[in-house]
């Protein structure tokens, strides 16, 4: 089966995406909480291939100088290019010289932006993909308890998803966030979290698959499987919820953007990962923080790494097949 | 007024007030179910932390007190702030006009810049059109926290607009509130401006493949006049079905761009209060968040079974 090619560039993205948080070890240049205390919002050194006088030569980068600690002035030290080298000091790509290489600058406790990048990449993806995963789960039980029981169960279900389904997303989330201990460790803040999205995402799942069940179960197919002594759990194992698959797969296209979204929010705001476990929304908290962003603007590459993957969902997601189109539907996004 | 329309009407103002009830109560049962309340925050002894929960009532069971708060709110008294100390509905007040004033400021340019970008991109091929599904597209995958972001930093390195906040004085000259809702309400009218314009490009095309527009173009209507009048009417029923989806997502982008944006909102309210376990505030920020989106999804159906009276018919 071939993608089509926007299709296939979403993909390719995403496996990118993925590659990066998985081989986070491989690719941090710099352990994550590490601080370089004369490295303060020091700014992104790129690699380059040509050097000041004009000359061709292998990969290099710059290294920095602190030149005034108080205004946080660095100048790149022309004289001493640092080559860059593959597999060296444990890091895939690794300057080799005197002064650490920080790709895409430091923060403002001097850690290395690229390496909690990575870092945060796991949490954050990590729990976006959990909850996506669980959300469709519980929603594909429950749309398909409501639409083959039908009745008093299916009208409660369908009731409970409408109201949820209603309330502006990143409330829900933040409230039932909110009735957990505010302070938490960093593994139960990832469960809690995953927990809170699959409540607050499932009822997206449950209305769709719910519909699609409701309507397969009358066709023949169904009544000839029933006919031959089929229970209830295969029928709608083997024979109903397949129906619902590409559906099921444009939902996740929708939560999981929505999920990524709602960790950075919820990080942002002082709920979600705490340091030193690194997380996209925990470091927009820095950029947030006072005059960060007027003077470290690198700080802002999670916001970008999470414009990118969502850009990266929705390629996948565009040019659907047409009859998984959410079109005019009541379809809302997470945001 | 057909009867069909006032039944329709009355049954979804019901159907609103619910709402309003029920998140409210439901945000109340929540934050009673989370551990610790207003006081645990407090050095305090245990025995002045007893007689101040018994002074406001915070060790009774839930139910009496979720009783005694209702038998008040339904009087239009929504009890004292614990952290401010003040009553809760003048709170509100204070800053449910601020999120109103941005919420509406941001729906009404993304309809500004997405209806005719749709109508644009769902009728016509060529660069424009290519240019503006482009931008669009985009624009779908930057949320309004990354938009606020990058607008603040586009403030922060021009000086052409305030980073953040509303201004000295909430009262001030009507300019000086524009300068400050400015950026707040790009970050949120931008990534709506698109959806809207996906779904009206989208509603267009359909409209103009409708065999009364293919009738109308029989006929010898002008281009100009099968796009812009026969199709737009069209559409119209997709479209206006939308707005009652956008009302959610507007005051979602509201919570996050009142916090990033330092914007005195109903959202950065909800927050504070929800921190401090503050019961009755959050209460009552639940509840005026509710009536706000009840109102705009309730206006979005009146609209609906305006535009299209078939909806009106129970299904």
């Known amino acids: 089966m071939t993608l089509p090619p926007r299709r296939a560039a979403g993909a390719a993205l995403l496996g990118i995406v993925a590659a990066a948080a998985a081989g986070a070890d491989l690719l941090q240049v710099h352990p994550s909480a590490r601080q370089f205390r004369d490295f303060v919002y020091a700014p992104p050194m790129p690699p380059r291939i040509v050097d000041a006088g004009g000359r061709l030569r292998p990969p290099f980068v710059y290294p920095l100088r602190l030149e005034d600690r108080l205004e946080r002035r660095f100048v790149e030290d022309r004289a001493q290019p640092m080559p860059l080298r593959l597999f060296s000091g444990g890091a895939l790509l690794a300057a080799d010289g005197p002064s650490p290489w920080f790709p895409l600058g430091t923060d403002g406790l001097g850690r290395d932006v690229l390496s909690r990048l990575v870092r945060g990449a796991r949490t954050s993806l990590g729990v976006a993909f959990l909850a996506s995963a669980g959300a469709l789960l519980l929603g594909a039980v429950a749309g398909a308890l409501a639409g083959y029981a039908g009745g008093r169960l299916d009208d409660g279900l369908m009731w409970a998803a409408d109201f949820v389904m209603a309330l502006p997303a990143i409330y829900v989330v933040l409230a039932l966030r909110a009735a957990a201990p505010l302070v938490l460790g960093a593994a139960e803040v990832f469960w809690t979290m995953a927990a809170v999205f699959i409540l607050a995402g499932w009822p997206l799942a449950a209305r769709t698959v719910r519909a699609v069940v409701a309507a397969e179960r009358t066709r023949e197919y169904a009544e000839a499987a029933r006919s031959i002594g089929a229970g209830t759990v295969r029928l709608l194992l083997r024979h109903l919820l397949p129906a619902a698959h590409g559906i099921l797969a444009a939902q996740a296209a929708l939560l999981l953007p929505g999920f990524i979204l709602a960790e950075a929010t919820l990080s942002f705001v002082g709920l979600g990962f705490g340091e030193p476990i690194p997380s996209w929304g925990l470091m927009l908290q820095d950029a947030g923080r006072g005059r960060a962003l007027a003077e470290a603007p690198w700080l802002l590459a999670p916001a970008g790494a999470i414009a990118l993957v969502v850009f990266a969902v929705n390629l996948v997601a565009s040019e659907r097949a047409s009859g998984a189109s959410p079109r005019y539907s009541r379809d809302k996004s997470l945001w | ?315």
């Open chain 2, 1 to 315: 007024m057909p009867r069909a329309f006032v039944r329709f009407a009355v049954r979804r103002t019901l159907l609103a007030a619910l709402t309003v009830l029920l998140v409210s109560s439901a945000a109340m049962a929540l934050v009673r179910l989370a551990p610790g309340d207003a006081l645990s925050d407090f050095e305090m002894s245990l025995e002045a932390a007893a007689a101040e929960r018994e002074r406001l009532g915070l060790d009774a069971p839930f139910l009496t007190q979720y009783a005694a708060w209702l038998g008040r709110a339904i009087r239009l008294d929504f009890g004292q702030s614990l952290k401010y100390r003040r009553p809760v509905q003048d709170l509100i007040g204070e800053r449910v006009g601020n999120t109103v004033l941005l919420g509406a400021s941001a729906l009404l340019l993304a309809t500004l810049i997405g209806l005719p970008a749709g109508i644009l991109t769902g009728s016509r091929r060529g660069p424009l059109a290519s240019l503006a599904r482009g931008v669009s597209f985009a624009l779908l995958s930057i949320p309004p926290l990354v938009t606020s972001f990058v607008l603040l930093l586009f403030a922060a390195a021009t000086g052409l607009f305030p980073v953040g906040g509303m201004g000295a004085l909430p009262g001030g000259g009507s300019i000086e509130v524009a300068r400050y809702l400015a950026l707040p309400c790009l970050a949120i009218a931008l990534p709506m401006a698109a959806v809207i314009e996906r779904l009206q490009s989208e509603a267009v095309r359909d409209a103009l493949a409708d065999p009364s527009v293919r009738a109308a173009r029989a006929r010898g209507c002008s281009r100009a006049r099968l796009v812009w009048r026969h199709a737009r009417r069209l559409s119209l029923k997709p479209v206006i079905a939308l707005y009652g989806v956008l009302v959610g997502t507007v005051l979602s982008g509201s919570f996050v761009v009142e916090i990033v944006m330092a914007w005195p909102g109903l959202g950065a309210l909800t927050y504070e209060a929800l921190v401090a376990r503050d019961l009755y505030l959050v209460a009552g920020c639940a509840a005026a968040g509710a009536l706000c989106l009840s109102a705009g999804v309730l206006a979005s159906d009146l609209a609906l079974a305006v535009a299209d009276p078939r909806v009106t018919e129970p299904s």
